[in-house]
């Protein structure tokens, strides 16, 4: 055994006596919420396919006709040749849905985090993000080289007493929260903090991977709110059901990040089946308003079901605490077939590992009333052990 090997082992049998072993299963999405593994059927309550589009009829069909015409791969760096003209209708529909002047289409969204934060900050700048902000951010954050300091989630307040501290230091000042938490399901304040950017001279950027599709008619947490944030980061991955990342904003900010982000410069274009197939999904998002209200009308009559807290997304965490309790609370409704994966540190903070239930809009009222018949029986026990 090389010791690379020796290193690898000792540091997965670490995570094992912790229950914080992750592996990877094969997943065969049937149709819809419904998957299959290892020979079992489950109906999926743990994807982030809000609307269902990831198996629909008009996204496949807009990828093999974008296959057909522009071939199977980007073939080089947008910068280069890889801009192929699916690129510019696609950012023109983005842009007109978030109401801004422009938008940019990265490899994904993880990767529009990771080239726009350094681009637009940078050392002598100051970073504030939410302490739950997504790894992307943070990662995007501390890759810039600015001081990076989190405020309380969702507290305005701190905020506003960081600003105060650190504000008059630094050049510039960037404000990173997410329009809906991705493990919590919240919505941030997003009129306070758009204030706090104004008199502070701050720009607010939001990731809003779960609001668009879902709230503010599809629009997003800005329409949500009525706000408009500087930036706006967003995915294609999720309920645009197919796959890449961008920015909406301001066309300066857009021609600047053409020339600064480093994930879109040096990496190479999406697939022509991708960008088309987005094209089709954002296309479904801006007509179909009825559509992309039944995410968050599964979740409330979910949280009814239970006397839960009504939701204020598509997203109800159930919170167990240790990772072990977690999983085993995910095994029960797994036998039941029902798909909720357990996420655990350090995806959430420590002590608050938890099952993440999404709904989607192919959910059936059946689909939504067998899940609260399960998670009353099996996992809301484990639930008071845990608040004990
Ligand atoms: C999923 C997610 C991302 C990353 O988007 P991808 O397109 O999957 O890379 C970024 N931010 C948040 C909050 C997310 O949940």
Same mark, same amino acid.
């Given at each position: 055994m090389t *010791?690379? #090997? #020796?290193f690898a082992r000792r540091k997965l049998v670490a995570l094992e006596s912790e229950s914080l072993r992750r592996s990877l299963h094969e997943s065969v999405s049937v149709s819809g919420q419904r998957l299959e593994r290892s020979g079992?059927?489950?109906?999926?309550?743990?994807?982030? #396919? +809000?609307? $269902?589009?990831?198996? #629909?009829? !008009?996204?496949?069909?807009?990828?093999?006709?974008?296959?057909? !015409? &522009?071939?199977?791969?980007g073939g080089a760096s947008r910068l280069v040749? $890889?801009?192929?003209?699916? +690129? $510019?209708?696609?950012e023109h529909k983005i842009a007109a849905l978030k109401g801004t002047e422009a938008a940019l289409?990265? $490899?994904?969204? &993880?990767?529009?985090?990771l080239g726009a934060i350094p681009a637009l900050a940078g050392e002598g700048d100051f970073i504030l993000a939410d302490e739950l902000s997504h790894a992307c951010m943070i990662s995007g954050a501390r890759l810039s080289g600015a001081l990076v300091e989190t405020f309380r989630h969702n507290d305005a307040e701190h905020l506003r007493t960081l600003l105060l501290r650190h504000r008059g230091g630094a050049r510039n000042c960037l404000i990173l929260?997410?329009?809906?938490?991705s493990m919590d399901g919240d919505v941030s304040p997003l009129p306070d903090i758009v204030a706090l950017g104004r008199d502070f001279d701050a720009w607010v950027m939001t990731d809003d991977a779960h609001g668009l599709g879902v709230i503010g008619e599809g629009r997003g947490s800005a329409t949500h709110w009525g706000v408009s944030p500087d930036i706006q980061m967003?995915?294609? *991955?999720?309920?645009?059901?197919? &796959?890449g990342g961008y920015i909406a904003a301001s066309r300066s900010v857009v021609d600047l990040l053409v020339n600064r982000a480093r994930s879109l410069i040096y990496a190479t274009a999406l697939p022509p089946a991708v960008v088309g197939a987005a094209i089709a999904g954002i296309d479904i998002i801006a007509h179909d308003k009825a559509l992309c209200a039944k995410p968050v009308a599964n979740a409330r009559a979910f949280a009814a079901a239970l006397n839960l807290a009504q939701p204020q997304s598509s997203i109800v965490p159930l919170i167990l605490g240790g990772a072990a309790a977690a999983l085993a609370a995910s095994n029960l409704l797994a036998e039941k077939g029902?798909?909720?994966?357990?996420? !655990?540190?350090p995806t959430v903070p420590d002590g608050t590992a938890r099952l993440r239930i999404t709904f989607a809009a192919d959910h059936s009222s059946n689909d939504v009333m067998r899940l609260a018949d399960a998670v009353r029986v099996d996992v809301l026990p484990l639930m008071r052990d845990h608040s004990r």
């Open positions: *010791s690379l #090997d #020796d079992s059927g489950f109906v999926n309550f743990c994807s982030n #396919d +809000y609307l $269902g589009l990831a198996q #629909d009829p !008009r996204l496949k069909a807009a990828a093999v006709a974008a296959v057909e !015409r &522009y071939g199977a791969g040749t $890889g801009n192929h003209p699916l +690129y $510019g209708e696609l289409v990265f $490899g994904s969204g &993880y990767l529009a985090n929260t997410e329009g809906v938490f967003g995915t294609l *991955s999720k309920a645009v059901g197919c &796959y029902l798909m909720v994966s357990a996420i !655990r540190p």
